[in-house]
Every structure is written in structure tokens, then in C-alpha cells.
């Protein structure tokens, strides 16, 4: 199997003022781009090929080309569509229901999820997850995810690598993450929450 860039379902400046066309447009066709093609390498490199995405993160992390390019295609995928011009706001149904069941109230879940943001030192990603019917939230260092160590099933990942906010927001990840709120898709979110039940 060859893993492809996915297409935006939105304009590179759609996301504003929240995030910025620019950096959208790199992060995209730059790194994302870049994770595609490693990974597309490192398949080929370690005679991968017909393995799924799932697959591969679970049972090839010890192969860090794979780890690395294979988690970035993955985290990156999920973080585009969570996001859309039309988001913000907060959930609804099951999940709305869920989430108060599980971190008391949706300030009390963002302000758990902005902390595990806040705390991961250096790069990488805050998740929402499912673990055992519930939701849960971690955080996972470079380009890796939840599905590597099976802690639980993601369906919710912010990138707090600098590249995906430096050039708007300087150091600010506070800001970064402050302004995401305003682009997360939670119907998407919600979907991916039916799926996992
Ligand atoms: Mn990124």
C-alpha cells in the first residue's frame, strides 16, 4: 500500500483567523507532505508494503522511520479533519454526555486537555481518547500516538509541534490553543466518539 497526502476538504485560509493560511500551507504541504513520503520510503526500505496504517503503528514501532513518518501521516490525517471553518462551539449528544460524565464539565475537560498541551515539553500531541468506555486525556511525545502503545483509541489530537502555530503565535502555545477551540469540528469528533463505542 502507498499512503497519500490527503486533500484539505477546506482553503489553506479558511481556518482564520484562528490559524493562518501560511501556516497552513506548510504544515500541509511541507510536513505532512514530508511524513507521506518517508513513510512511503520506509515501507519500501523494510519490505512493509499491504500492511494498513493500523498495522503498522502497532506493530512496527520499533522501526523509528516507521514510527516517526507513519505516526505523522496518521496524527496529521486526524488533525485536518477535525478541524473545519464552521467549528468551534461545543459538542452535543453522546459525547457532550460523555464528556461530563468523565471530567465534569466541557471547561473542566478543555482546561485538563490544555494542560496536558501545556505540559508536554518539547513536541508533540494532546489526545482525547476512548479507554475502556471512557474518555480519557494524554499526550504523546514527537510524532507518536495512542494507537503505538494501545493506552487508548484517539479521537481527538492537537499538534503542539512549534510548526504548527510559531508563525502566528511566536512561543505562545497557550494562545495556539486558546484559538483551536474555535476551529474543532466536534461533529467529526463526535463520529469518530460513535465509532469506538
Ligand atoms: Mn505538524
Redesign the pocket.
Known sequence: MTFELPDLQYGYDALEPHIDALTMEI?HTK??NAYTNNLNAAIEANGLGGKTIDELLSENIDIAAVRNNGG?WW??CQ?WEAMSPSGGGTPSGELAVAIDSSFGSFDEFKSIFHNAAMTRFGSGWAWLGVKDGELCVCSSPN?DNPLMDGFCNPILGL?V?E??YYKMYGPGRATYIDAWWNVVDWNEVSRRFSNCR
Open positions: 504544515h510536513h505532512h505523522g496524527n496529521h488533525f510524532q499538534d509541534w510548526h504548527a
